[in-house]
């Protein structure tokens, strides 16, 4: 929202030098902590843009509130708004009717999963966080911010949604560690892991958790043993009443979901049949029927239907960057559109940046408006393996290593000719 000027004073509401310091220099908890996703959901969209204001108004305010000003609206610009856009609609509408129905069911003793793909700066991460803190607030209250599962007298910690980045070197432990972690609580060094999944289970419980996000879950590769036995305990996790949401970069092709093929009409992951069903039976459901997984895509600029979106979501940027030459249209007018869909390839991330960067050096320079000459001036380096093809290549399992390597000792984590969990299970 854009606030009111007044004629005696444009600034007037503008916060004072020392809150804004204060919102500069103050730092949130990490995400995956319980301090952390509390500041996240009760402060995210909180921000409040600064005043808008002409070239004129602002020659003649003193140069202290000048450098007040201008320190605002860098914050405001550095802060673009998380906006509805179509791929952030389908990720917020799959989590609502998945947590919608897990949390009524009464004797399924398993619950339905999602997982969200999409490749790097897709704004998954962003879309999963905000669907899952809208159901916090919606579930705190109807439950009148209260645990109805707590005991009589206790006063647990009531965390309806935990978010957890999934360990670089995953191990079932490390997983345990991270979730328990979440809560800050204490673990045994000498705990065995039934213990420890033990203690997780029982806090999940505790705390009255419904919604688990299990972040960065491409780290996993199926290759390595326990890889998948972190993958078996998260199968798991899912008959605790807890809902799983894994968000990763590609992750029908790490082997989560099995060897995936892109349908390019569709426009859909398509899970054809495994020659090691008729081996081992039915073990290659466990995953794929439990989840259900979608694709966030990136702008397009084909259809007149995708041109608006674009455009659409370009117009809420315009409306809140805060530049004192800025022209109505400025990001949507004439062949801006086509530039910036050029630049970042309608990569929602990119975009962000590009758009952030260039206000920064449109306020530097004195410019104060954004064109194609000020950001044809701005790096924006575009790793090219987060670019989706038009067909999405799923890399090939790792080779065999060779027979003189198979002498060494082998690295931790790392598995040579495995046949899989389920035929380890059946040895």
């Known amino acids: 929202m854009t606030r009111a000027l007044s004629h005696d004073d444009p600034l007037e509401g503008l916060p004072s030098r020392a809150r804004i310091a204060e919102l500069i220099l103050s730092s949130r ?4 902590t319980y301090a952390g996703w509390q500041h996240y959901r009760t402060h995210c969209g909180l921000l409040i843009p600064a005043a808008t204001v002409t070239p004129q108004q602002w020659s003649m305010l003193p140069e202290s509130r000048r450098y007040d000003y201008d320190l605002y609206r860098e914050l405001t610009n550095a802060n673009l708004p998380l906006q509805d856009t179509t791929m952030h609609d389908k990720v917020g509408k799959l ?3 998945r947590l919608s129905g897990n949390t009524r069911k009464k004797d399924d003793p398993t619950r339905a999963g999602v997982m969200i793909s999409g490749w790097g700066n897709y704004g998954k991460t962003a879309s999963v966080c905000s669907a899952g803190a809208v159901f916090e607030d919606q579930w705190l209250e109807l439950h009148s911010h209260l645990n109805p ?3 009589p007298g206790t006063r647990d910690l009531h965390a309806p949604v935990v978010y957890v980045s ?3 070197t995953a191990t079932p432990r490390s997983l345990c560690a991270s979730i328990l972690g979440f809560f800050r609580a204490p673990t045994r060094k000498a705990a065995t892991l039934p213990e420890l999944v033990r203690q997780v289970a029982d806090s999940l419980y505790d705390h009255g958790v419904k919604a688990l996000i299990l972040d960065d879950i491409s780290r996993l590769r199926m290759h390595r043993a326990d890889d998948q036995d972190v993958l078996d305990l998260m199968r798991a996790f899912m008959s605790l009443d807890v809902t799983l949401i894994l968000t990763g970069v590609n992750i029908s092709g790490i082997g989560l979901l099995r060897e995936a093929k892109w349908n390019k009409k569709t426009r859909q992951w398509e899970m054809p049949p ?3 069903t008729r081996i081992h039976g039915l073990e290659v459901t466990q995953t794929e029927h439990r989840f259900e997984l979608i694709e966030i895509d990136r702008f397009r600029y084909t259809t007149p239907k995708q041109i608006a979106a674009f ?12 530049l004192m030459n800025a022209t109505q249209g400025m990001l949507t007018g004439g062949g801006m559109p086509e530039y ?3 630049r970042t390839g309608g990569v929602i991330g990119l975009l962000g940046r590009l758009l952030e960067d260039g206000a920064q050096e449109a306020m530097e320079s004195g410019k104060e408006m954004i064109d194609e000459s000020l950001l044809d001036e701005i790096v924006l380096r575009r790793d090219e393996p987060e670019q989706p093809p038009d067909e999405p290549v799923i890399p090939a399992a790792p080779r065999t290593a060779v027979k003189k390597a198979t002498q060494a000792k082998r690295p931790r984590n790392t598995v040579f000719d495995d046949p ?8």
């Open 311 to 322: 455009v659409n979501h370009l117009k809420g940027i315009e409306k809140h960057l805060r």
């Open 95 to 97: 989590i609502r009717r």
């Open 149 to 151: 599962g707590a005991l």
């Open 420 to 427: 899989g969990p389920a035929a380890r299970a059946g040895a």
């Open 340 to 342: 910036l869909m050029r």
């Open 274 to 276: 495994l020659e090691s």
């Open 29 to 32: 908890p990490p995400l995956d």
């Open 166 to 168: 999934t360990p670089v």
